[in-house]
């Protein structure tokens, strides 16, 4: 009750966002030429909207979040941003990255335990609206200039009662285990610890993994890495060994190369996930659901008819 709650509030925000901008902001504010590199996302966009008004101050939208002005900001943990059935806290460390990627990033960066929904598609285009419109969700990647004027409530041809904006993304505690790219039934490996990486994501760094560091989760989640036929390339909820988001420089924004993938959505409640709808409306859905319907639930444009399931 408690995680819905979080989500409830998230959805409030949302729509205060869209009366005051007349849209929902962007899922990841993106200025270079791949996502690896992105400046910011939804979750730090929404801090006025959520009274976190000390951490938004401290936020200098001018740079990325990766700037040195950020470190402070980026650092902070917000409760709101926990599932309370997975953790009640929690920072990632960023030294390990830094020293991998060798670029200064700040020390540490406030970890998040929910999604935005990217919707059927793990393509990660820099340039969201490319991808196809029947498999994208509520939530695109974008320009700086237009971090407010994402997806409109009038754009969701779908419904926002039947198609959601967030969802449950647990991370940072054991047992959250990355699958690898090369061998989906076997973990891939943390090279500080020698042992499975633990999924992780962060409310300010918006950024992605690349192929050389398949570990992260990023803000968004996915319900199929493709979504459209003949193969969809599905993303379970739950999934026992479960997939990073990473960055492969696919040229194509419908995926289709399969060289971009998307985390699914992941908890620690019992036989699935809590989700907010577009509406505003939370819902838990269960783990069994039927795949096409999972993906139509995720898709603003899908044409789906869910008069059944």
């Known amino acids: 009750m408690r995680c819905a709650n ?4 998230l959805g409030l925000a949302m729509h ?9 902001p962007l899922g990841m504010v993106c200025s270079a030429s791949n996502t690896c590199d992105a400046d910011a996302g939804a979750f730090t966009t929404l801090l006025p909207y959520l009274e976190q008004d000390n951490t938004h101050r401290l936020y200098h939208f001018d740079q990325p979040w990766f700037g040195a002005n950020n470190y ?53 285009h820099p340039r969201g609206k490319r991808v196809p419109a029947a498999v994208r969700g509520a939530f695109d990647i974008g320009p700086p200039e237009d971090s407010h004027r994402g997806v409109r409530v009038t754009d969701i041809g779908d419904g926002s009662s039947g198609t959601f904006a967030m969802g449950e993304a647990a991370g940072g505690t054991p047992g959250l285990i990355v ?8 973990p891939a490996i943390d090279p500080e610890t020698g042992q499975g990486a633990i999924i992780d994501q962060s409310w300010g760094a918006a950024g992605v993994g ?11 989640a996915v319900t199929a890495q493709f979504g459209l036929s003949p193969d969809p390339r599905d993303e379970p909820m739950n999934r026992l060994l479960l997939t990073p988001t990473v960055y492969g420089g696919d040229f ?35 783990a ?12 603003s444009n899908g044409g789906e008819s869910l008069s059944g399931e």
């Open 6 to 9: 979080n989500l409830r509030q």
């Open 16 to 24: 205060n966002h869209h009366t005051a901008h007349a849209a929902f």
């Open 72 to 124: 402070e900001a980026v650092g902070l943990e917000v409760k709101l941003y926990f599932c309370p059935s997975n953790r009640a806290d929690g920072r990632i460390d960023l030294a390990p990255m830094a020293a991998q990627w060798s670029c200064p990033l700040p020390p540490y960066a406030g970890a998040l335990d929910y999604a935005l929904n990217k919707g059927a598609s793990g393509s990660l």
């Open 179 to 186: 699958r690898s790219l090369d061998d989906p039934a076997s």
């Open 210 to 220: 690349d192929t050389g560091h398949p570990w992260y989760g990023s803000v968004f």
């Open 252 to 286: 194509r924004p419908d995926n289709s190369a399969g060289k971009d993938y998307v985390s699914g959505y992941r908890s620690r409640h019992t036989g699935g996930c809590n989700f907010l709808f577009c509406d505003g409306s939370t819902r838990f859905l269960r």
């Open 288 to 299: 069994s659901i039927t795949p096409a319907v999972y993906r139509a639930l995720s898709t």
